[in-house]
């Protein structure tokens, strides 16, 4: 039975003798050529769904170890703990960034699940992660730092506690206070930073802010 290591050996013998071509490899592959290049300098290991297709290509025969389902996000994130939380590119700055009518998912980003579980009791889903930008709300948040928004937190219901949202075109992330004519505070941390007061509904809130972090 065909190892991994079988066909790799193989793969490089008939690469240096010119048996095969790179671009022959590529094309039964699907891959780009500078993967196979990796392959040939042994530093890319030959995937399971390929041991098949370049045992062929190879002349090997079929009789190749059992192909492996591979894992999905979710199955390693719950075999070892981890929670991925996607990232998005809601423009959301400190100084007002222009928001895009619909959120980006630049990538995920993994935490200890136990851990969110502590900043949320729902779905772990509805945590997403942001990036700070502009000084407006320094000292509390800086440019780039890492802030969780919970999205399911969208009522203002505590005063002075921070938000992620949306006022006309523009994202932000402030303090909020709800005054007694029913209008809303937008109040930065940064004092040379001046307010906004708008009406209730100027402003849709996209979450409530439960954790910063920086790196030092």
């Known amino acids: 039975?065909?190892?991994?290591?079988?066909?790799?050996?193989?793969?490089?013998?008939?690469?240096?003798?010119?048996?095969?071509?790179?671009?022959?490899?590529?094309?039964?592959?699907?891959?780009?050529?500078?993967?196979?290049?990796?392959?040939?300098?042994?530093?890319?290991?030959?995937?399971?769904?390929?041991?098949?297709?370049?045992?062929?290509?190879?002349?090997?025969?079929?009789?190749?170890?059992?192909?492996?389902?591979?894992?999905?996000?979710?199955?390693?994130?719950?075999?070892?703990?981890?929670?991925?939380?996607?990232?998005?590119?809601?423009?959301?700055?400190?100084?007002?960034?222009?928001?895009?009518?619909?959120?980006?998912?630049l990538g995920l980003v993994p935490f200890k699940a136990d851990w969110l579980r502590g900043l949320h009791d729902g779905p772990l889903d509805r945590l997403k992660v942001v990036r700070g930008k502009g000084d407006s709300m320094q000292p509390t948040i800086h440019d780039g730092d890492v802030v969780i928004v919970d999205t399911a937190h969208r009522r203002i219901d505590d005063q002075d506690r921070i938000w992620a949202v949306a006022y006309g075109d523009l994202g932000m992330i402030r303090r909020v206070r709800v005054t007694p004519r029913g209008t809303w505070m937008l109040m930065p941390d940064n004092e040379v930073v001046r307010p906004d007061e708008v009406g209730d509904g100027e402003v849709a809130v996209i979450g409530r802010v439960v954790w910063i972090g920086r790196r030092y």
């Open 1 to 105: 039975m065909l190892t991994p290591g079988d066909i790799r050996q193989e793969l490089i013998r008939q690469l240096d003798a010119g048996a095969i071509k790179s671009k022959d490899v590529a094309n039964a592959l699907k891959l780009p050529s500078s993967r196979v290049a990796e392959m040939r300098a042994e530093k890319r290991r030959v995937q399971p769904e390929e041991m098949r297709p370049l045992a062929a290509l190879l002349g090997m025969g079929d009789d190749v170890q059992g192909e492996v389902t591979p894992q999905s996000l979710d199955d390693i994130a719950s075999e070892h703990g981890f929670a991925f939380l996607e990232e998005l590119d809601l423009a959301l700055g400190m100084g007002a960034t222009f928001l895009d009518g619909r959120a980006e998912v």
